[in-house]
């Protein structure tokens, strides 16, 4: 039987004194799609902060292509092949879309490979090769997405973690960026997506993880989750 990518077991974490992840356990394949769906609070940031090594694990065990990477710095994490695109975009402002869109890359030393990636994001996303001596502060909302998403892809990882795709922005946008996931995909790129509507996240993946109070209440094909009373009461607004 093949390795999952990623496998998490018995995973805690939290802040301070309050824990918000309890006993998690899901597992990745390669070149899966898996989103991350739950209510504000279930603990859906806090397991991407945790996963990225921006949040140390209390308990529990984090592997990735079989090796142990619970606890491990952010730098290794990613070098291991894990990006994480945050909530915010956090991209540098001032600099100019191709600036940031390179240090995604900072890591890596093969600069004709590089120049290559980076004409692909211009392809994958044409309004970055539009803007790319724009500084990106002044991008649109899914402008910043685009290149944040891009940012990421330039590190070549093994699986990209995108924590709200389209929060605060307008439908055509997040259709757009639907159909660059998607190629991404075909790429055979793994993804973990956290987003607020269940609707978009069960049309890009193919697996569903239901968190609820920092416990995984429910995993199974998306398109399963799509059809059950519970999830579609709860997350979709359906009755």
């Avoid at 991350?36 to 990735?64: C, D, H, W, Y």
């Avoid at 894990?82 to 890596?108: C, W």
């Amino acid at each position: 039987m093949t390795k999952p990518l990623l496998n998490v077991t018995n995973l805690t974490s939290g802040y301070g004194d309050i824990q918000v992840l309890w006993g998690i356990d899901f597992d990745i394949a390669e070149g899966e799609a898996v989103c991350l769906v739950g209510s504000n609070g279930a603990g859906k940031s806090t397991l991407l902060r945790t996963l990225s090594g921006l949040l140390p694990a209390r308990t529990g065990e984090i592997q990735f292509r079989g090796e142990s990477i619970a606890n491990d710095t952010p730098k290794h994490i990613l070098s291991a092949g894990i990006v994480h695109v945050p909530e915010g975009r956090r991209l540098f402002g001032p600099m100019s879309v191709i600036d940031n869109l390179l240090t995604g890359a900072y890591l890596r030393s093969d600069k004709a490979a590089i120049r290559q990636d980076l004409e692909q994001m211009m392809e994958l996303f044409p309004i970055l090769a539009e803007r790319r001596h724009q500084a990106a502060g002044t991008l649109s909302g899914g402008e910043q997405q685009m290149c944040a998403i891009a940012r990421g892809i330039m590190s070549r990882p093994k699986l990209l973690m995108i924590d709200e795709l389209s929060l605060g922005l307008a439908p055509k946008v997040v259709d757009s960026l639907g159909e660059a996931l998607r190629r991404i995909q075909q790429q055979g790129l793994s993804m973990l997506l956290v987003e607020q509507d269940v609707v978009t996240a069960f049309e890009l993946t193919t697996r569903g993880i239901v968190l609820d109070s920092g416990r995984v209440k429910i995993i199974g094909p998306t398109s399963e989750l799509s059809e059950n009373p519970m999830v579609q009461q709860a997350y979709m607004g359906l009755m």
